[in-house]
Each structure stands twice: as C-alpha cells, then as structure tokens.
Nanobody
Framework: QVQLVESGGGLVQAGGSLKLSCAAS????????MGWYRQAPGNQRELVAR???????NYADSVKGRFTISRDNAKNTVYLQMNTLKPEDTAVYYC???????????????WGQGTQVTVSS
C-alpha cells in the first residue's frame, strides 16, 4: 500500500509565505514525477508545479517567480515553498506522484488527501 501525506497548509496574510511538504510511504520501488495541484471552490483542479526525479521542473504561469518546488529523493518527499502569497492562491493543495509499487509491480498515480491554504487580504 502506498500513501501520500501532506502537511504545512494554513492561514496566512497576503504577502506571506508557507511551505508544504508531502511524503510518499509504503511499498515503493521508485518515484518518478512528484507535483502539486490545487483546487479552489467552483474551479477545476489545476497544476501548480511538478518536478522530475532528475530535478527538472515546470510551473503554472500564475506562480512562476513566487513558488519553488523541490524534492528529497532519499526521503521520497516533495516540497512547495510559496512566497508572496495572494488571495487568489487560496485553494486545497494536493500532492501527486507517479510511483512504481513493489507489490503492484507497475507505475501508478497517487494523490494525497489535500491541505487547505487560505490567504487573507
């Protein structure tokens, strides 16, 4: 069984910072892409940032220059440093990962349970 556990969400004033963490655990052989998505009320889930095992990254235009994604391959953990937060960043943030499971012996996509980020104006 594989699971993703997120932490670090909360309430912050506009202009502030938060750092999200997501750790993958369980029967894991390898982790490829890891990323963060978000979903605001009434909106579709959207990609925020994604990072390959090699370290290559891509970001949504709306967060470029403000958010930084990173990962620790030894810990199967991905981070999202969010600076200069805006009220429009308010959403539930979901961790996502492509994982090769030892038990399943195949690549599968996994999601975390989500963590709320609220930015007040």
């Amino acid at each position: 069984q594989v699971q993703l556990v997120e932490s670090g969400g909360g309430l912050v004033q506009a202009g502030g910072s938060l750092k999200l963490s997501c750790a993958a655990s369980g029967s894991i052989f390898s982790v490829n892409y890891m990323g963060w998505y978000r979903q605001a009320p009434g909106n579709q889930r959207e990609l925020v940032a994604r990072i390959a095992r090699s370290g290559g990254t891509n970001y949504a235009d709306s967060v470029k220059g403000r958010f930084t994604i990173s990962r620790d391959n030894a810990k199967n953990t991905v981070y999202l440093q969010m600076n200069t937060l805006k009220p429009e960043d308010t959403a539930v943030y979901y961790c996502n990962a492509d994982i090769y499971g030892l038990s399943s012996q195949r690549w599968s996509e996994y999601w975390g349970q989500g963590t709320q980020v609220t930015v007040s104006s």
